[in-house]
Protein backbone atom coordinates (compact mmCIF):
# COMPACT_ATOMS: atom_id res chain seq x y z
CA UNK A 1 0.00 0.00 0.00
CA UNK A 2 1.39 3.62 -0.87
CA UNK A 3 2.10 6.03 2.05
CA UNK A 4 -0.61 8.03 1.32
CA UNK A 5 -3.02 5.47 1.94
CA UNK A 6 -1.58 4.55 5.45
CA UNK A 7 -1.57 8.45 6.12
CA UNK A 8 -5.00 8.14 5.36
CA UNK A 9 -6.50 5.08 5.92
CA UNK A 10 -4.53 3.34 8.36
CA UNK A 11 -5.90 2.42 11.50
CA UNK A 12 -2.92 2.65 13.58
CA UNK A 13 0.53 3.93 14.05
CA UNK A 14 3.10 1.49 15.85
CA UNK A 15 4.98 4.29 16.88
CA UNK A 16 2.78 5.00 19.89
CA UNK A 17 3.81 2.66 22.12
CA UNK A 18 3.82 3.84 25.68
CA UNK A 19 7.68 3.19 26.24
CA UNK A 20 8.03 5.36 23.38
CA UNK A 21 5.64 8.15 24.58
CA UNK A 22 7.58 8.49 27.79
CA UNK A 23 10.60 10.02 26.02
CA UNK A 24 9.17 11.53 23.17
CA UNK A 25 5.69 13.13 23.82
CA UNK A 26 5.49 13.13 27.61
CA UNK A 27 6.98 15.54 30.09
CA UNK A 28 10.35 14.66 29.28
CA UNK A 29 13.87 16.53 28.07
CA UNK A 30 12.96 16.58 24.29
CA UNK A 31 15.75 16.96 21.90
CA UNK A 32 14.16 19.62 19.91
CA UNK A 33 11.70 22.37 19.86
CA UNK A 34 8.34 21.50 21.31
CA UNK A 35 5.48 22.22 18.92
CA UNK A 36 3.73 24.99 20.56
CA UNK A 37 6.83 26.65 20.55
CA UNK A 38 7.41 27.06 17.16
CA UNK A 39 5.32 29.81 15.26
CA UNK A 40 2.08 29.33 13.44
CA UNK A 41 3.79 28.91 10.65
CA UNK A 42 7.05 28.22 10.65
CA UNK A 43 9.22 27.57 7.80
CA UNK A 44 11.43 25.28 9.26
CA UNK A 45 8.58 22.72 9.79
CA UNK A 46 8.92 19.72 6.99
CA UNK A 47 6.69 18.32 5.26
CA UNK A 48 7.97 14.63 7.09
CA UNK A 49 7.40 15.85 10.61
CA UNK A 50 3.95 17.21 9.84
CA UNK A 51 3.01 13.41 8.22
CA UNK A 52 4.55 12.28 11.66
CA UNK A 53 2.33 14.06 13.43
CA UNK A 54 -0.89 13.50 11.27
CA UNK A 55 -0.35 9.82 11.67
CA UNK A 56 -0.17 10.23 15.41
CA UNK A 57 -3.30 12.24 15.57
CA UNK A 58 -5.64 9.75 13.26
CA UNK A 59 -4.54 6.44 15.24
CA UNK A 60 -5.77 8.24 18.06
CA UNK A 61 -9.24 9.46 16.89
CA UNK A 62 -9.68 5.80 15.63
CA UNK A 63 -9.19 4.74 19.12
CA UNK A 64 -11.80 7.34 20.31
CA UNK A 65 -14.17 6.30 16.95
CA UNK A 66 -13.68 2.27 18.30
CA UNK A 67 -14.76 3.83 22.14
CA UNK A 68 -17.79 5.65 20.34
CA UNK A 69 -18.94 2.80 17.99
CA UNK A 70 -19.13 0.37 21.81
CA UNK A 71 -21.48 3.44 22.93
CA UNK A 72 -25.28 4.04 22.18
CA UNK A 73 -25.77 6.20 19.10
CA UNK A 74 -28.77 7.50 17.59
CA UNK A 75 -28.11 6.21 13.87
CA UNK A 76 -29.28 7.67 10.74
CA UNK A 77 -31.14 10.38 13.21
CA UNK A 78 -27.37 12.04 14.51
CA UNK A 79 -27.58 12.86 10.56
CA UNK A 80 -31.44 14.23 10.14
CA UNK A 81 -31.12 16.12 13.66
CA UNK A 82 -27.53 16.91 14.36
CA UNK A 83 -26.63 17.05 18.13
CA UNK A 84 -26.01 20.54 19.71
CA UNK A 85 -24.78 18.93 22.94
CA UNK A 86 -22.06 17.00 21.71
CA UNK A 87 -18.75 18.61 23.04
CA UNK A 88 -16.48 16.62 21.54
CA UNK A 89 -13.48 13.88 22.16
CA UNK A 90 -12.55 15.07 24.56
CA UNK A 91 -15.80 14.54 26.85
CA UNK A 92 -15.75 10.36 26.25
CA UNK A 93 -13.65 7.94 28.97
CA UNK A 94 -10.73 9.35 28.62
CA UNK A 95 -9.05 6.98 31.01
CA UNK A 96 -9.98 4.06 28.75
CA UNK A 97 -8.25 5.61 25.78
CA UNK A 98 -4.75 6.21 28.17
CA UNK A 99 -5.03 9.40 28.36
CA UNK A 100 -4.61 11.60 31.54
CA UNK A 101 -8.17 12.84 32.57
CA UNK A 102 -7.04 16.07 34.25
CA UNK A 103 -5.14 16.76 31.72
CA UNK A 104 -7.72 16.67 29.16
CA UNK A 105 -9.75 19.06 31.63
CA UNK A 106 -6.69 21.00 31.54
CA UNK A 107 -6.09 21.21 27.96
CA UNK A 108 -10.30 22.26 27.46
CA UNK A 109 -9.79 25.22 30.11
CA UNK A 110 -6.24 26.24 28.42
CA UNK A 111 -8.33 26.17 24.56
CA UNK A 112 -10.86 29.09 26.43
CA UNK A 113 -8.71 31.06 28.59
CA UNK A 114 -5.04 30.96 27.08
CA UNK A 115 -4.38 33.64 24.26
CA UNK A 116 -2.57 30.77 21.88
CA UNK A 117 -1.58 33.39 19.37
CA UNK A 118 1.01 34.65 21.99
CA UNK A 119 4.31 32.67 21.42
CA UNK A 120 5.05 33.74 25.60
CA UNK A 121 1.57 32.08 26.40
CA UNK A 122 1.99 29.28 24.81
CA UNK A 123 5.42 28.18 26.43
CA UNK A 124 3.40 28.26 29.73
CA UNK A 125 1.41 24.99 28.61
CA UNK A 126 2.51 21.69 28.24
CA UNK A 127 2.93 19.37 25.59
CA UNK A 128 -0.22 17.91 26.79
CA UNK A 129 -2.19 20.65 27.49
CA UNK A 130 -1.38 21.74 23.98
CA UNK A 131 -2.49 18.91 21.90
CA UNK A 132 -5.89 18.68 24.37
CA UNK A 133 -6.28 22.42 23.54
CA UNK A 134 -6.43 21.77 20.07
CA UNK A 135 -8.39 18.46 20.33
CA UNK A 136 -10.91 20.43 22.63
CA UNK A 137 -12.14 22.75 19.69
CA UNK A 138 -13.18 19.82 17.37
CA UNK A 139 -16.69 19.22 18.09
CA UNK A 140 -18.47 19.02 14.25
CA UNK A 141 -20.52 15.64 13.48
CA UNK A 142 -20.73 14.40 10.19
CA UNK A 143 -24.05 14.95 9.74
CA UNK A 144 -23.48 18.57 10.62
CA UNK A 145 -21.48 18.50 7.88
CA UNK A 146 -23.97 17.23 5.83
CA UNK A 147 -26.21 20.41 6.10
CA UNK A 148 -22.94 22.76 6.45
CA UNK A 149 -22.13 21.73 2.76
CA UNK A 150 -25.98 21.84 1.35
CA UNK A 151 -26.44 25.46 3.25
CA UNK A 152 -26.62 26.78 -0.06
CA UNK A 153 -28.80 29.31 -1.95
CA UNK A 154 -26.91 30.44 -4.51
CA UNK A 155 -26.32 27.00 -6.26
CA UNK A 156 -30.35 25.44 -6.59
CA UNK A 157 -31.97 28.44 -7.25
CA UNK A 158 -28.99 29.22 -9.90
CA UNK A 159 -29.43 26.25 -11.52
CA UNK A 160 -32.78 27.21 -13.61
CA UNK A 161 -30.91 30.10 -15.06
CA UNK A 162 -27.88 27.88 -16.48
CA UNK A 163 -30.20 25.60 -18.12
CA UNK A 164 -31.76 28.44 -19.32
CA UNK A 165 -28.82 29.49 -20.67
CA UNK A 166 -26.99 26.34 -21.85
CA UNK A 167 -29.88 24.08 -23.10
CA UNK A 168 -31.76 20.52 -22.10
CA UNK A 169 -28.12 18.89 -23.44
CA UNK A 170 -25.50 20.84 -22.50
CA UNK A 171 -26.63 21.60 -19.19
CA UNK A 172 -27.56 18.22 -17.87
CA UNK A 173 -23.93 17.14 -19.08
CA UNK A 174 -21.59 20.00 -17.61
CA UNK A 175 -24.07 19.54 -14.19
CA UNK A 176 -23.14 16.31 -14.19
CA UNK A 177 -19.34 16.64 -15.08
CA UNK A 178 -19.01 19.46 -12.36
CA UNK A 179 -20.92 17.21 -9.87
CA UNK A 180 -17.96 14.05 -10.65
CA UNK A 181 -15.25 16.79 -10.95
CA UNK A 182 -16.34 18.76 -7.66
CA UNK A 183 -16.54 15.13 -5.94
CA UNK A 184 -13.03 14.17 -6.55
CA UNK A 185 -11.55 17.46 -5.56
CA UNK A 186 -13.06 17.00 -2.31
CA UNK A 187 -11.46 13.32 -1.87
CA UNK A 188 -8.00 15.04 -2.90
CA UNK A 189 -8.41 17.82 -0.29
CA UNK A 190 -9.59 15.25 2.49
CA UNK A 191 -6.65 13.19 1.81
CA UNK A 192 -4.39 15.84 2.17
CA UNK A 193 -6.07 17.21 5.35
CA UNK A 194 -5.71 13.51 6.59
CA UNK A 195 -1.98 13.62 5.59
CA UNK A 196 -0.63 17.21 6.96
CA UNK A 197 -3.35 17.72 10.11
CA UNK A 198 -2.63 17.21 13.14
CA UNK A 199 -3.28 18.43 17.21
CA UNK A 200 0.41 19.63 17.38
CA UNK A 201 0.27 21.37 14.10
CA UNK A 202 -3.39 21.81 13.30
CA UNK A 203 -4.44 22.38 10.03
CA UNK A 204 -7.21 25.27 10.41
CA UNK A 205 -7.64 26.67 6.75
CA UNK A 206 -7.43 26.17 2.98
CA UNK A 207 -4.25 28.36 2.80
CA UNK A 208 -2.61 26.18 5.65
CA UNK A 209 -2.96 23.15 3.37
CA UNK A 210 -1.35 25.38 0.52
CA UNK A 211 1.43 26.66 3.08
CA UNK A 212 2.49 23.00 3.76
CA UNK A 213 3.05 22.06 0.16
CA UNK A 214 3.88 25.41 -1.58
CA UNK A 215 4.69 27.87 1.07
CA UNK A 216 3.89 31.44 2.44
CA UNK A 217 3.30 33.03 -1.50
CA UNK A 218 0.58 30.30 -2.23
CA UNK A 219 -1.08 30.41 1.19
CA UNK A 220 -1.23 34.38 1.01
CA UNK A 221 -3.21 34.19 -2.53
CA UNK A 222 -5.35 31.53 -1.33
CA UNK A 223 -6.41 33.49 2.00
CA UNK A 224 -6.50 36.83 -0.45
CA UNK A 225 -8.97 34.87 -2.87
CA UNK A 226 -10.80 33.21 0.16
CA UNK A 227 -11.80 36.29 2.24
CA UNK A 228 -13.05 37.89 -1.26
CA UNK A 229 -15.66 35.27 -2.10
CA UNK A 230 -16.66 34.42 1.04
CA UNK A 231 -17.39 38.48 1.53
CA UNK A 232 -18.81 38.73 -1.68
CA UNK A 233 -20.86 35.74 -1.03
CA UNK A 234 -22.53 37.22 1.87
CA UNK A 235 -22.90 40.40 -0.83
CA UNK A 236 -24.52 38.57 -3.19
CA UNK A 237 -27.13 37.02 -1.12
CA UNK A 238 -27.68 40.36 0.34
CA UNK A 239 -28.51 41.68 -3.11
CA UNK A 240 -30.64 38.60 -3.07
CA UNK A 241 -32.72 38.65 -0.43
CA UNK A 242 -33.00 42.66 -1.17
CA UNK A 243 -34.62 41.75 -3.93
CA UNK A 244 -36.80 39.25 -2.55
CA UNK A 245 -38.00 41.53 0.09
CA UNK A 246 -38.57 44.63 -2.46
CA UNK A 247 -40.90 41.99 -4.71
CA UNK A 248 -42.70 40.72 -1.31
CA UNK A 249 -43.23 44.78 -0.56
CA UNK A 250 -44.90 44.73 -4.31
CA UNK A 251 -41.76 47.56 -4.35
CA UNK A 252 -43.47 50.06 -2.17
CA UNK A 253 -39.67 49.69 0.06
CA UNK A 254 -36.55 51.12 -1.42
CA UNK A 255 -34.30 48.74 -2.50
CA UNK A 256 -31.05 50.00 -1.10
CA UNK A 257 -33.07 50.10 2.17
CA UNK A 258 -34.27 46.34 1.58
CA UNK A 259 -30.39 45.30 1.38
CA UNK A 260 -30.11 47.63 4.76
CA UNK A 261 -32.34 45.27 6.37
CA UNK A 262 -30.63 41.94 5.56
CA UNK A 263 -27.60 43.32 6.90
CA UNK A 264 -28.27 44.42 9.90
CA UNK A 265 -29.95 41.24 10.15
CA UNK A 266 -26.56 39.50 10.07
CA UNK A 267 -25.17 41.71 12.50
CA UNK A 268 -27.41 39.72 15.12
CA UNK A 269 -27.10 36.03 13.00
CA UNK A 270 -23.42 36.66 12.43
CA UNK A 271 -22.96 36.22 16.98
CA UNK A 272 -23.04 32.28 16.49
CA UNK A 273 -19.07 30.88 15.66
CA UNK A 274 -19.04 27.39 16.34
CA UNK A 275 -19.94 25.09 13.39
CA UNK A 276 -21.00 22.30 15.42
CA UNK A 277 -23.74 24.89 16.55
CA UNK A 278 -24.38 25.94 13.23
CA UNK A 279 -25.20 22.74 11.92
CA UNK A 280 -28.89 23.25 13.42
CA UNK A 281 -29.24 26.31 11.82
CA UNK A 282 -27.97 24.85 8.61
CA UNK A 283 -30.49 21.46 8.96
CA UNK A 284 -32.99 24.36 8.88
CA UNK A 285 -31.84 26.13 6.00
CA UNK A 286 -31.72 23.11 3.59
CA UNK A 287 -35.25 21.83 4.49
CA UNK A 288 -36.25 25.54 3.93
CA UNK A 289 -34.87 25.36 0.59
CA UNK A 290 -36.28 22.06 -0.18
CA UNK A 291 -39.99 23.92 0.89
CA UNK A 292 -38.66 26.89 -1.08
CA UNK A 293 -38.34 24.61 -4.26
CA UNK A 294 -41.71 22.97 -3.79
CA UNK A 295 -43.48 26.56 -4.06
CA UNK A 296 -42.05 27.98 -6.26
CA UNK A 297 -42.43 24.82 -8.80
CA UNK A 298 -45.92 24.60 -8.20
CA UNK A 299 -46.41 28.48 -9.07
CA UNK A 300 -44.13 28.14 -12.15
CA UNK A 301 -46.65 24.84 -12.92
CA UNK A 302 -49.42 27.00 -12.61
CA UNK A 303 -48.93 30.57 -13.59
CA UNK A 304 -47.25 32.39 -16.37
CA UNK A 305 -43.27 33.87 -16.26
CA UNK A 306 -43.04 36.93 -14.32
CA UNK A 307 -42.75 38.92 -17.31
CA UNK A 308 -41.82 42.14 -15.04
CA UNK A 309 -38.36 40.86 -14.39
CA UNK A 310 -37.55 39.75 -17.96
CA UNK A 311 -34.58 42.01 -18.03
CA UNK A 312 -32.95 39.65 -15.05
CA UNK A 313 -33.76 36.71 -17.16
CA UNK A 314 -31.92 33.97 -18.86
CA UNK A 315 -33.40 35.31 -22.29
CA UNK A 316 -32.00 39.10 -21.97
CA UNK A 317 -28.42 37.83 -22.30
CA UNK A 318 -29.04 35.61 -24.99
CA UNK A 319 -29.52 36.79 -29.00
CA UNK A 320 -29.92 40.69 -27.76
CA UNK A 321 -32.77 39.83 -25.41
CA UNK A 322 -35.34 39.29 -28.57
CA UNK A 323 -36.95 35.88 -26.92
CA UNK A 324 -37.74 37.99 -23.69
CA UNK A 325 -39.22 41.27 -25.08
CA UNK A 326 -43.03 42.13 -25.99
CA UNK A 327 -44.25 42.90 -29.40
CA UNK A 328 -46.22 46.37 -30.27
CA UNK A 329 -49.48 44.85 -28.70
CA UNK A 330 -47.54 44.61 -25.42
CA UNK A 331 -47.60 40.07 -26.01
CA UNK A 332 -44.02 38.46 -24.84
CA UNK A 333 -42.89 36.15 -26.73
CA UNK A 334 -43.96 31.89 -25.85
CA UNK A 335 -42.19 29.66 -23.69
CA UNK A 336 -39.19 27.46 -25.19
CA UNK A 337 -36.55 25.46 -24.28
CA UNK A 338 -33.58 24.53 -26.48
CA UNK A 339 -32.50 20.47 -26.77
CA UNK A 340 -28.51 21.94 -27.66
CA UNK A 341 -26.96 25.98 -27.07
CA UNK A 342 -29.81 28.54 -27.21
CA UNK A 343 -29.54 30.81 -30.59
CA UNK A 344 -26.71 33.53 -29.36
CA UNK A 345 -24.92 36.27 -31.05
CA UNK A 346 -21.85 35.55 -28.44
CA UNK A 347 -20.83 33.16 -26.30
CA UNK A 348 -21.03 35.35 -22.82
CA UNK A 349 -24.73 34.29 -21.88
CA UNK A 350 -23.86 30.52 -22.26
CA UNK A 351 -20.30 30.76 -19.87
CA UNK A 352 -22.74 33.40 -17.36
CA UNK A 353 -25.39 30.05 -17.12
CA UNK A 354 -22.18 27.63 -16.79
CA UNK A 355 -20.48 30.10 -13.70
CA UNK A 356 -23.87 30.03 -11.88
CA UNK A 357 -23.92 26.14 -12.20
CA UNK A 358 -20.49 26.40 -10.62
CA UNK A 359 -22.09 27.95 -7.48
CA UNK A 360 -23.90 24.23 -6.82
CA UNK A 361 -20.00 22.97 -6.09
CA UNK A 362 -18.68 26.00 -4.56
CA UNK A 363 -18.59 24.49 -0.89
CA UNK A 364 -15.05 23.01 -0.92
CA UNK A 365 -13.49 26.51 -0.70
CA UNK A 366 -14.72 25.64 2.88
CA UNK A 367 -14.00 21.91 3.83
CA UNK A 368 -10.93 22.35 5.08
CA UNK A 369 -12.36 24.60 7.62
CA UNK A 370 -15.25 22.28 8.13
CA UNK A 371 -12.88 19.54 8.65
CA UNK A 372 -10.25 21.59 11.52
CA UNK A 373 -13.94 21.40 13.21
CA UNK A 374 -14.81 18.00 13.35
CA UNK A 375 -13.75 15.50 15.83
CA UNK A 376 -13.21 13.04 13.53
CA UNK A 377 -12.25 14.22 10.38
CA UNK A 378 -12.39 10.78 8.89
CA UNK A 379 -15.90 10.48 8.49
CA UNK A 380 -16.16 14.10 6.03
CA UNK A 381 -16.57 11.61 3.34
CA UNK A 382 -19.67 10.66 4.49
CA UNK A 383 -21.18 13.93 4.80
CA UNK A 384 -19.11 15.34 1.58
CA UNK A 385 -20.40 12.63 -0.41
CA UNK A 386 -23.94 12.28 1.41
CA UNK A 387 -24.31 16.51 0.10
CA UNK A 388 -22.87 16.16 -3.14
CA UNK A 389 -25.17 13.41 -4.15
CA UNK A 390 -28.24 15.15 -2.55
CA UNK A 391 -27.29 18.18 -4.59
CA UNK A 392 -27.06 16.40 -7.71
CA UNK A 393 -30.00 14.82 -7.46
CA UNK A 394 -32.36 17.72 -5.76
CA UNK A 395 -31.00 20.04 -7.82
CA UNK A 396 -30.73 19.03 -10.76
CA UNK A 397 -34.54 18.14 -11.10
CA UNK A 398 -35.34 21.60 -9.66
CA UNK A 399 -33.26 23.03 -12.34
CA UNK A 400 -34.88 21.07 -15.21
CA UNK A 401 -38.45 21.66 -14.38
CA UNK A 402 -38.07 25.27 -13.43
CA UNK A 403 -36.50 25.15 -17.41
CA UNK A 404 -39.23 23.06 -18.30
CA UNK A 405 -41.98 25.61 -17.33
CA UNK A 406 -40.44 29.15 -17.52
CA UNK A 407 -37.97 28.64 -20.75
CA UNK A 408 -36.30 31.62 -21.23
CA UNK A 409 -37.81 34.05 -19.09
CA UNK A 410 -36.03 32.09 -15.69
CA UNK A 411 -34.61 34.53 -13.52
CA UNK A 412 -32.20 34.65 -11.40
CA UNK A 413 -32.58 34.11 -8.34
CA UNK A 414 -35.56 31.60 -9.93
CA UNK A 415 -37.63 32.33 -7.17
CA UNK A 416 -37.85 35.61 -8.29
CA UNK A 417 -39.61 34.46 -11.66
CA UNK A 418 -42.83 33.38 -10.35
CA UNK A 419 -45.90 35.78 -11.23
CA UNK A 420 -48.69 34.38 -8.91
CA UNK A 421 -48.12 37.34 -6.07
CA UNK A 422 -49.52 34.87 -3.05
CA UNK A 423 -46.93 31.91 -4.50
CA UNK A 424 -44.26 34.29 -4.76
CA UNK A 425 -44.06 35.98 -1.36
CA UNK A 426 -44.13 32.49 0.18
CA UNK A 427 -41.44 31.45 -2.23
CA UNK A 428 -39.95 34.83 -1.12
CA UNK A 429 -39.86 34.54 2.48
CA UNK A 430 -38.30 30.71 2.97
CA UNK A 431 -36.08 31.97 0.51
CA UNK A 432 -35.00 35.08 2.95
CA UNK A 433 -34.82 33.17 5.74
CA UNK A 434 -32.97 30.26 4.22
CA UNK A 435 -30.31 32.69 2.28
CA UNK A 436 -30.02 34.41 5.66
CA UNK A 437 -28.58 31.24 7.31
CA UNK A 438 -26.21 30.76 4.23
CA UNK A 439 -24.93 34.18 4.40
CA UNK A 440 -23.98 33.43 7.98
CA UNK A 441 -22.68 30.90 6.95
CA UNK A 442 -19.43 32.25 4.59
CA UNK A 443 -19.92 35.34 7.17
CA UNK A 444 -18.41 32.80 9.83
CA UNK A 445 -15.67 31.14 7.68
CA UNK A 446 -14.55 35.12 6.50
CA UNK A 447 -14.42 36.18 9.59
CA UNK A 448 -12.66 33.14 10.79
CA UNK A 449 -10.00 33.26 7.92
CA UNK A 450 -9.57 37.15 8.51
CA UNK A 451 -9.20 36.74 12.28
CA UNK A 452 -7.24 34.06 12.57
CA UNK A 453 -4.29 35.25 10.00
CA UNK A 454 -4.02 38.58 10.58
CA UNK A 455 -5.09 39.44 13.97
CA UNK A 456 -4.15 36.21 15.89
CA UNK A 457 -1.23 35.68 13.53
CA UNK A 458 0.44 38.94 12.84
CA UNK A 459 -1.06 41.01 16.23
CA UNK A 460 -1.00 38.20 18.64
CA UNK A 461 -4.63 38.68 19.41
CA UNK A 462 -6.80 36.21 21.54
CA UNK A 463 -8.20 33.20 19.78
CA UNK A 464 -11.76 33.05 19.18
CA UNK A 465 -11.94 30.60 22.22
CA UNK A 466 -11.15 32.92 25.09
CA UNK A 467 -13.29 35.88 26.25
CA UNK A 468 -11.96 38.63 24.33
CA UNK A 469 -11.83 36.84 21.64
CA UNK A 470 -15.33 36.31 21.90
CA UNK A 471 -15.87 39.89 22.34
CA UNK A 472 -12.99 40.46 19.51
CA UNK A 473 -15.87 38.67 17.45
CA UNK A 474 -18.87 40.33 18.65
CA UNK A 475 -17.12 43.28 16.88
CA UNK A 476 -16.31 42.41 13.84
CA UNK A 477 -19.28 40.80 12.72
CA UNK A 478 -21.39 44.47 12.15
CA UNK A 479 -18.13 45.73 10.46
CA UNK A 480 -18.03 42.44 7.65
CA UNK A 481 -21.66 42.44 7.57
CA UNK A 482 -20.90 46.39 6.96
CA UNK A 483 -18.77 45.85 4.01
CA UNK A 484 -20.96 43.18 2.50
CA UNK A 485 -23.82 45.99 2.41
CA UNK A 486 -21.58 48.13 0.70
CA UNK A 487 -20.23 46.34 -2.31
CA UNK A 488 -23.81 44.39 -2.52
CA UNK A 489 -25.98 47.73 -2.97
CA UNK A 490 -22.87 48.99 -5.39
CA UNK A 491 -23.16 46.47 -7.54
CA UNK A 492 -26.92 45.10 -7.41
CA UNK A 493 -26.62 43.25 -10.71
CA UNK A 494 -27.18 39.72 -9.30
CA UNK A 495 -26.19 37.59 -12.53
CA UNK A 496 -22.95 39.58 -13.18
CA UNK A 497 -21.81 39.32 -9.00
CA UNK A 498 -22.23 35.83 -9.40
CA UNK A 499 -20.07 35.19 -12.61
CA UNK A 500 -17.57 37.19 -10.96
CA UNK A 501 -17.01 35.05 -8.06
CA UNK A 502 -17.22 31.98 -9.64
CA UNK A 503 -15.07 32.56 -12.53
CA UNK A 504 -12.24 34.35 -10.13
CA UNK A 505 -13.30 32.59 -6.91
CA UNK A 506 -15.48 29.67 -6.70
CA UNK A 507 -13.93 27.70 -10.07
CA UNK A 508 -10.74 27.99 -8.66
CA UNK A 509 -10.93 26.36 -5.26
CA UNK A 510 -13.37 23.17 -6.28
CA UNK A 511 -11.42 22.69 -9.58
CA UNK A 512 -8.62 24.39 -9.79
CA UNK A 513 -6.72 24.46 -7.03
CA UNK A 514 -6.97 20.94 -5.11
CA UNK A 515 -5.43 19.16 -8.32
CA UNK A 516 -2.54 21.72 -8.07
CA UNK A 517 -2.07 20.87 -4.40
CA UNK A 518 -2.88 17.46 -4.59
CA UNK A 519 0.40 16.83 -7.34
CA UNK A 520 2.47 18.68 -4.97
CA UNK A 521 1.05 16.64 -2.00
CA UNK A 522 1.28 13.05 -3.85
CA UNK A 523 5.20 13.91 -5.37
CA UNK A 524 6.65 14.28 -1.65
CA UNK A 525 4.71 11.83 -0.29
CA UNK A 526 6.08 9.28 -2.66
CA UNK A 527 9.56 10.77 -2.59
CA UNK A 528 9.41 9.40 0.88
CA UNK A 529 11.92 6.19 1.05
CA UNK A 530 11.65 3.48 3.81
CA UNK A 531 14.62 4.68 5.67
CA UNK A 532 13.82 8.18 5.55
CA UNK A 533 11.69 10.00 7.59
CA UNK A 534 11.14 12.61 10.49
CA UNK A 535 13.17 11.61 13.76
CA UNK A 536 10.71 12.77 16.97
CA UNK A 537 13.54 11.79 19.35
CA UNK A 538 16.42 14.08 17.71
CA UNK A 539 13.52 16.31 15.44
CA UNK A 540 15.65 15.60 12.46
CA UNK A 541 14.39 14.78 9.00
CA UNK A 542 16.09 12.52 6.62
CA UNK A 543 16.46 12.76 3.22
CA UNK A 544 18.92 11.30 0.57
CA UNK A 545 18.61 13.56 -1.77
CA UNK A 546 16.35 17.10 -2.25
CA UNK A 547 14.95 20.07 -4.36
CA UNK A 548 13.63 19.79 -7.96
CA UNK A 549 15.25 16.38 -8.55
CA UNK A 550 13.67 14.97 -5.57
CA UNK A 551 10.04 16.06 -6.18
CA UNK A 552 10.14 15.08 -10.00
CA UNK A 553 11.44 11.48 -8.53
CA UNK A 554 8.18 11.49 -6.27
CA UNK A 555 5.86 12.18 -9.17
CA UNK A 556 6.74 9.31 -11.52
CA UNK A 557 6.86 7.23 -8.58
CA UNK A 558 3.85 4.96 -8.17
CA UNK A 559 0.69 6.82 -9.09
CA UNK A 560 2.56 9.15 -11.82
CA UNK A 561 -0.67 8.94 -14.19
CA UNK A 562 -2.75 10.31 -11.11
CA UNK A 563 -0.24 13.38 -11.51
CA UNK A 564 0.03 13.73 -14.79
CA UNK A 565 -4.39 13.72 -14.89
CA UNK A 566 -4.49 16.69 -11.93
CA UNK A 567 -1.89 18.56 -14.17
CA UNK A 568 -4.60 17.89 -17.19
CA UNK A 569 -7.64 18.57 -14.34
CA UNK A 570 -6.00 21.74 -13.41
CA UNK A 571 -4.99 23.45 -16.97
CA UNK A 572 -8.65 23.01 -17.74
CA UNK A 573 -9.84 24.09 -14.94
CA UNK A 574 -7.77 27.54 -15.75
CA UNK A 575 -8.66 28.13 -18.59
CA UNK A 576 -12.84 27.70 -18.02
CA UNK A 577 -11.82 30.30 -15.25
CA UNK A 578 -10.75 32.42 -17.87
CA UNK A 579 -13.36 32.18 -20.34
CA UNK A 580 -15.39 32.87 -17.56
CA UNK A 581 -13.64 35.88 -15.86
CA UNK A 582 -13.91 37.42 -19.32
CA UNK A 583 -18.05 36.74 -19.82
CA UNK A 584 -18.08 38.10 -15.87
CA UNK A 585 -16.39 41.54 -17.08
CA UNK A 586 -18.01 41.72 -20.40
CA UNK A 587 -21.59 40.94 -18.59
CA UNK A 588 -21.14 43.70 -15.51
CA UNK A 589 -20.06 46.28 -17.96
CA UNK A 590 -22.99 46.05 -20.49
CA UNK A 591 -24.96 46.07 -17.26
CA UNK A 592 -23.86 49.56 -16.15
CA UNK A 593 -23.80 50.73 -19.25
CA UNK A 594 -26.86 50.06 -20.64
CA UNK A 595 -28.37 51.92 -17.36
CA UNK A 596 -30.64 48.27 -16.30
CA UNK A 597 -27.67 48.68 -13.05
CA UNK A 598 -27.00 51.41 -11.12
CA UNK A 599 -25.25 51.96 -7.35
CA UNK A 600 -27.38 52.44 -4.15
CA UNK A 601 -30.83 53.12 -6.47
CA UNK A 602 -34.32 52.69 -4.69
CA UNK A 603 -35.67 50.93 -7.77
CA UNK A 604 -35.21 46.92 -7.82
CA UNK A 605 -33.54 45.26 -10.47
CA UNK A 606 -36.95 43.06 -10.38
CA UNK A 607 -39.17 46.19 -11.06
Not at 180 to 197: H, R, T, V
Not at 202 to 228: C, E, H, M, T
Not at 266 to 289: C, E, S
Not at 485 to 495: L, N, Q, T
Amino acid sequence: MSKMGVFALEGGDPRLSTDEGKGVFGESSIAYTRPQMRKLHDPSITFEEYTYYARKTRAEEDKHADLERSQPTRGFLSMIIPSKSDKGVTQQQAADLGIDTAAEKRGSVVAKTVNLGNPDARAQISDEEWTNASRALRTASWGAIFYLITTDILGPFGLPFAFASLGWGPGVALFTVFAGMAIYSGFLLWQMFMGLDSYEFPLKSYGDIAYRLYGQWLRILFNVLQGIQLLLNVGQIIISNGEALSQASKFKLCFAICCLVWALAGFVLGQVRTLQKFGWLANAAVWINVICMILTMAGAANSAPNYTATASSAGNGLNGGVSVTANAAGKYPAVYTSAGLPDTSSFVGPLNGAMSAVFSYGGAMVFPEFMSEMKRPRDFLKGMWGAQVFIYLVYMFYGMFMYGYQGQYVVNPSYLGVSKYSIQTAGNVFAMLSALIAAGLYGNIGIKVLYNNIFVELLHAPPLTTKKGKIAWALLIPVYWAIAFVIGAGIPDFIGMTSVVAAFCILHFTYTFPPLMAVMFYSKLNAMRDDEGFDPASGETKRHDSGIKRIMRGFFAKVWYINVFNILYFLGALALAGLGAYAAIENLVDAFASGATNSYTCTSPVE
